[in-house]
């Protein structure tokens, strides 16, 4: 069989058993090998086909790099650590679903749903993300450069050491950190006007864990949550993060973004719907 | 008027017969029963009481009946207790009103308006006790058609099958989240699954590390609360349920208290010990038939296109139409739960008015799937109120692949269906979390009481069948022939599918 010949760290590449697809006999059109990577043209690639051949290649940790990707879905599904991934283009929906430790950088957008219910692992875009970045996510971190939408970071929770955070550079959508129970959500608010206004509503309703560092002015919020200035303890956090984001993105001046004035949104209460019910 | 109105009932104790032996005192999460030892009496304070029955149950010298009140009010058809209660408690508090267990109000239930043919004379019945009885039954998406190939006179299926639920009995255990039921439920309906060759499903609060064994009969849910969904979660089970809706309370979500949230279910839900467990109404990433197509195919890409993906939704008024978008959504089953389904808790007023019956679900699903050509696509699943044998075969007659059952299987281990699950402090140990209470399910003993149920019901739907002259339950699924009607409307027997009895 011709796609016997891809050898990775010496050993033969084998596709998962049990999956149909139309691409195996010609494997070699769309795989190249690099010095430490594994290259992969998706051009006109279906998504279960360029997912299925991810998945064969990560059995055996490896960077992988995914060119002219365009709106393949679920790309980098319950993708494990040691995998280390770069994507030009514009992934389609759920990005690093179920994500259990890889790591992605994306050179472009991402879509809706990038994220999804994600475990462990890092996602770092240099672009805009699209609805429901992180929704349900329980571990692991994202850092967008650009802008997010709505719904964002929705019902993100933690346990332990598991402390999933959203770090977005620009502004967000309406609904953020919605029905949050934990984890961290940083705005940074670095392309807003000078009135500094985040044009969001319904910031937090229903948010009963976790915290939102936020730069710029917010007008809405959902009645469970209540606005503090930062401590020392969310300052040590807050600078961490941004550095790591100005790290990723290759912005100098961290000092003065961490300088500038944040204000932290934590929930009023750990049990919002208490007192709905009578027993 | 901040009067305690308890809940109906008194309990009796003949005097006579108590020995002070405590048992009720000990067995009572309610603090009903407390000792004089003044007086040497055991006093009960009836407001407490909410006819469990654990201790008329435990009562060494049957010492204890628990009688109903007969209505405190005037009687009035219109005006019950329960509304006046209800409003009483209301304006006391502010508050919905609670409950648990499925919708207990009489108008609902078709089941005992349908009957069951048998063979006489013209095509003989069977005898299962001495000819085979096939209930096997496989839930999954179906192919159009078969293509076969012939080699050497050798025959092989060249159509590649989607993968399928192998159940030997067309009964699985309905969806029961750890955190609702204690951990002591949860292995006796993992291990009763496993034992009987059939599936548990976990509900949407994770599946316990400690049961992850049993992991091949697990149906594991993903809900709007993502509560312990994660990699290892999803290899482990055999089947993926994504849940919408629940018959008990369609179209609103669920929060388990922070009092229920221990060490245990903390680490299996992943959230911090005290924490209110939320689950949205919806889920938040899920606005149309598209979104779920795309959380159905991230599951799939997630298990790797290996394990059948089930969604799960309350019976409502579309239901027929929302089943066919399911369908087409990529769902391999579609699991119907209606208005007569269970929880843990739900406000009354939405459990006992909002769904429809699963009768006439299962019916308009089952016909409009057959309509549009894609009744193989999916396996209908269905649950809410499943009684007995019986009504098992009625659903499956009326258009239904495999049932869910719950309440029955908690009767089974020893609930009395008193509806105060949402307290937390279920005298029988099984809606609670509570360590010491949960210890009075032995999961031995529960798993062999479970067992037997699924036994004596697969013995019976056997009977059943031999007796309409059918050896396999394939031959029964939406034959509505074998199904008539009694006291029904024109409208509802063709709404049903079924003909009057005696035509």
């Known amino acids: 069989m011709q796609e016997n010949k891809i050898i990775l760290n010496n050993q033969p590449l084998e596709l998962l058993n049990g999956n149909l697809s139309s691409l195996s006999s010609k494997l070699y059109e769309y795989i190249k090998l690099r010095k430490n990577a594994i290259e992969i043209n998706a051009e006109g690639m279906h998504y279960r086909d360029l997912n299925y051949l991810i998945k064969s290649i990560s059995k055996t940790p490896k960077k992988i790099?995914?060119?002219?990707?365009?709106?393949?879905?679920?790309?980098?599904?319950?993708?494990?650590?040691?995998?280390?991934?770069?994507?030009?283009?514009?992934?389609?929906?759920?990005?690093?679903?179920?994500?259990?430790?890889?790591?992605?950088?994306?050179?472009?957008?991402?879509?809706?749903?990038?994220?999804?219910?994600?475990?462990?692992?890092?996602?770092?875009?240099?672009?805009?993300?699209?609805?429901?970045?992180?929704?349900?996510?329980?571990?692991?971190?994202?850092?967008?450069?650009?802008?997010?939408?709505?719904?964002?970071?929705?019902?993100?929770?933690?346990?332990?050491?598991?402390?999933?955070?959203?770090?977005?550079?620009?502004?967000?959508?309406?609904?953020?950190?919605?029905?949050?129970?934990?984890?961290?959500?940083?705005?940074?608010?670095?392309?807003?006007?000078?009135?500094?206004?985040?044009?969001?509503?319904?910031?937090?309703?229903?948010?009963?864990?976790?915290?939102?560092?936020?730069?710029?002015?917010?007008?809405?919020?959902?009645?469970?949550?209540?606005?503090?200035?930062?401590?020392?303890?969310?300052?040590?956090?807050?600078?961490?993060?941004?550095?790591?984001?100005?790290?990723?993105?290759?912005?100098?001046?961290?000092?003065?973004?961490?300088?500038?004035?944040?204000?932290?949104?934590?929930?009023?209460?750990?049990?919002?719907?208490?007192?709905?019910?009578?027993? | 008027m901040l009067k305690n109105y308890g809940n109906g009932y008194y309990v009796e104790r003949d005097d006579d017969r108590c020995?002070?032996?405590?048992?009720?005192?000990?067995?009572?999460?309610?603090d009903t029963h407390f000792f004089d030892s003044e007086d040497d009496v055991i006093i009960s304070q009836d407001e407490n009481c909410i006819n469990c029955q654990r201790c008329v149950s435990l009562c060494p010298t049957n010492a204890i009946t628990i009688r109903k009140k007969v209505s405190k009010y005037t009687e009035n058809f219109h005006w019950k207790d329960e509304s006046i209660l209800s409003i009483k408690k209301q304006a006391e508090t502010g508050g919905m009103i609670l409950t648990g267990m499925g919708c207990d109000k009489p108008e609902f239930t078709y089941w005992d308006r349908i009957l069951l043919n048998a063979s006489q004379v013209t095509n003989p019945s069977i005898d299962p006790l001495?000819?085979?009885?096939?209930?096997?039954?496989?839930?999954?998406?179906?192919?159009?058609?078969?293509?076969?190939?012939?080699?050497?006179?050798?025959?092989?299926?060249?159509?590649?099958?989607?993968?399928?639920?192998?159940?030997?009995?067309?009964?699985?255990?309905?969806?029961?989240?750890?955190?609702?039921?204690?951990?002591?439920?949860?292995?006796?309906?993992?291990?009763?699954?496993?034992?009987?060759?059939?599936?548990?499903?976990?509900?949407?609060?994770?599946?316990?590390?400690?049961?992850?064994?049993?992991?091949?009969?697990?149906?594991?849910?993903?809900?709007?609360?993502?509560?312990?969904?994660?990699?290892?979660?999803?290899?482990?089970?055999?089947?993926?349920?994504?849940?919408?809706?629940?018959?008990?309370?369609p179209g609103i979500g669920g929060h388990l208290p922070g009092e229920k949230v221990g060490p245990d279910i903390s680490r299996t839900r992943m959230i911090p010990e005290g924490t209110d467990a939320i689950s949205p109404a919806p889920q938040h990433d899920i606005y149309s038939i598209e979104d779920l197509r795309q959380l159905i195919y991230a599951l799939k890409e997630a298990t790797n296109y290996s394990k059948p993906i089930s969604v799960k939704i309350a019976a409502v008024h579309n239901s027929a139409a929302i089943a066919s978008g399911i369908v087409r959504a990529g769902a391999d089953i579609v699991a119907l739960d209606g208005v007569r389904g269970s929880t843990g808790a739900a406000p009354k007023i939405i459990r006992d008015n909002v769904g429809i019956p699963i009768e006439l679900a299962i019916a308009s699903v089952d016909q409009r799937l057959r309509d549009e050509g894609i009744r193989n696509k999916a396996s209908i699943v269905i649950g809410g109120g499943i009684r007995n044998s019986g009504d098992v075969l009625k659903a499956i007659a009326l258009?239904?692949?495999?049932?869910?059952?719950?309440?029955?299987?908690?009767?089974?281990?020893?609930?009395?269906?008193?509806?105060?699950?949402?307290?937390?402090?279920?005298?029988?140990?099984?809606?609670?979390?509570?360590?010491?209470?949960?210890?009075?399910?032995?999961?031995?003993?529960?798993?062999?009481?479970?067992?037997?149920?699924?036994?004596?019901?697969?013995?019976?739907?056997?009977?059943?069948?031999?007796?309409?002259?059918?050896?396999?339950?394939?031959?029964?699924?939406?034959?509505r022939l074998m199904l008539r009607g009694v006291g029904l409307s024109d409208r509802e027997l063709s709404a049903l599918g079924i003909k009057l009895a005696g035509e």
């Not at chain 2, 006796?188 to 548990?200: I, N, P």
């Not at chain 2, 269906?417 to 979390?433: D, E, F, L, N, S």
């Open chain 1, 65 to 279: 790099i995914l060119r002219n990707i365009s709106g393949q879905r679920y790309i980098g599904t319950k993708l494990c650590e040691n995998v280390i991934m770069e994507i030009y283009g514009t992934p389609g929906n759920d990005l690093g679903s179920f994500m259990d430790g890889a790591e992605i950088t994306v050179n472009g957008n991402v879509q809706d749903g990038c994220g999804n219910t994600m475990n462990r692992g890092c996602i770092m875009i240099k672009g805009s993300a699209g609805d429901i970045l992180g929704y349900s996510m329980r571990g692991g971190k994202i850092f967008v450069r650009d802008d997010v939408g709505y719904r964002v970071g929705i019902h993100m929770k933690e346990y332990k050491e598991n402390r999933p955070c959203i770090v977005v550079g620009g502004t967000t959508g309406d609904f953020l950190g919605e029905y949050m129970a934990g984890g961290i959500l940083v705005i940074l608010g670095l392309n807003l006007e000078k009135e500094k206004i985040h044009n969001i509503k319904y910031v937090g309703t229903g948010m009963h864990g976790g915290v939102i560092y936020i730069h710029g002015e917010v007008t809405h919020t959902g009645k469970e949550v209540e606005m503090k200035s930062l401590d020392e303890s969310d300052k040590i956090l807050l600078k961490g993060l941004v550095m790591e984001y100005c790290k990723y993105f290759n912005i100098i001046n961290s000092n003065e973004i961490i300088k500038r004035e944040f204000s932290k949104l934590i929930p009023v209460s750990t049990r919002p719907y208490g007192d709905l019910y009578a027993y």
């Open chain 2, 19 to 30: 020995i002070r032996c405590e048992v009720c005192i000990n067995q009572c999460t309610y």
């Open chain 2, 130 to 249: 001495r000819e085979p009885m096939e209930l096997l039954t496989f839930l999954g998406s179906k192919p159009d058609n078969l293509e076969l190939e012939f080699e050497e006179n050798k025959m092989s299926l060249k159509t590649e099958l989607s993968p399928q639920l192998r159940l030997g009995i067309p009964i699985m255990f309905s969806a029961l989240s750890y955190g609702a039921v204690s951990y002591n439920v949860h292995q006796a309906l993992a291990r009763a699954a496993s034992e009987s060759g059939t599936y548990f499903n976990t509900g949407e609060g994770g599946l316990d590390r400690r049961l992850h064994k049993y992991g091949k009969n697990a149906i594991v849910q993903v809900a709007s609360g993502r509560f312990g969904v994660n990699p290892d979660y999803l290899d482990v089970g055999a089947a993926v349920e994504i849940k919408i809706g629940q018959g008990a309370k």
């Open chain 2, 399 to 479: 258009g239904a692949d495999s049932v869910y059952i719950a309440t029955s299987a908690l009767i089974a281990i020893g609930c009395t269906v008193c509806q105060k699950c949402y307290t937390g402090k279920c005298p029988w140990g099984i809606a609670t979390t509570d360590p010491y209470i949960s210890k009075r399910i032995n999961p031995e003993i529960a798993t062999r009481r479970l067992v037997n149920l699924l036994k004596g019901w697969s013995n019976e739907i056997k009977e059943i069948m031999g007796g309409m002259g059918i050896n396999a339950i394939e031959s029964i699924r939406g034959n």
